[in-house]
């Protein structure tokens, strides 16, 4: 029940289209899905992050869309540019974020030119 | 840059062998994580400290262990180490009041021969 699971495993999107990676999760008493975004060699870093009492929040080219009933949440990258190729990282919490992050499994994004 | 910092950036050791990786939080953050990273388990959450005490714990091995010290830095410590144990260690802090996000380190890359 803790589990978050995130497809697809990778994605190659052209430059300039838009970029969609899902996650699910079983556990309703998670209230807090922050994406992160991982470069080789460096730690994950936090790119935009919702609460469920909204459905979307946007920040730039960054979208989550969170859908409640289905327990479903994804990140929108519009305008995708070849230095969002990167490894993406979706992950749940309680307690508003206060506590252990569950992450899902990651997403390889390449964006080509 | 996220303000956090692990030391050793790498470390190479043997089988049986212990060794420990060190964090320091950002300035002013009480609490701090440590997560394991590695190809088969993906980002796993270890345990987690809050201003000096045990507050949380994941699927940490009874070889593994951590404490935070007065100043803050926390320290994880593993022992009779198995080439499984080879993988990525992140540490990450947030201050759970407000701004709970967390933040993470560069990570200590562990082989283990």
């Known amino acids: 029940q803790q589990q978050v699971k995130q497809s697809p495993q990778s994605l190659i999107v052209q430059k300039g289209g838009i970029s969609i990676i899902n996650c699910a999760y079983e556990?309703?008493?998670?209230?807090?899905f922050p994406w992160y975004q991982q470069f080789p060699g460096k730690g994950p870093a936090l790119l935009i992050a919702?609460?469920?009492?909204?459905s979307e929040k946007k920040e730039g080219r960054f979208t989550i869309s969170f859908n409640k009933s289905a327990k479903q949440f994804s990140l929108h990258i519009m305008d995708s540019q070849p230095g969002d190729s990167a490894t993406y990282f979706c992950a749940a919490s309680t307690n508003f974020g206060n506590e252990k992050l569950t992450f899902g499994t990651g997403t390889r994004l390449t964006i080509i030119p | 840059d996220s303000g956090v910092t692990q030391t050793p950036k790498h470390l190479i050791t043997a089988t049986g062998q212990r060794v420990t990786l060190r964090c320091s939080p950002r300035s002013g953050d009480l609490s701090v994580y440590w997560y394991q990273q590695s190809l088969d388990q993906g980002l796993q959450f270890l345990i987690q400290?809050?201003?000096?005490?045990?507050?949380a714990k994941g699927n940490i091995l009874e070889r593994f262990s951590a404490q935070q010290f007065p100043d803050l830095h926390s320290e994880l410590n593993l022992s009779s180490l198995e080439l499984g144990d080879s993988a990525l260690y992140f540490c990450a802090s947030s201050d759970l009041a407000g701004a709970f996000e967390q933040f993470f380190g560069p990570g200590t890359r562990l082989t283990v021969l």
């Open positions: 556990n309703t008493a998670f209230d807090y």
């Open positions: 400290y809050y201003n000096g005490e045990e507050r």
């Open positions: 919702i609460r469920p009492d909204v």
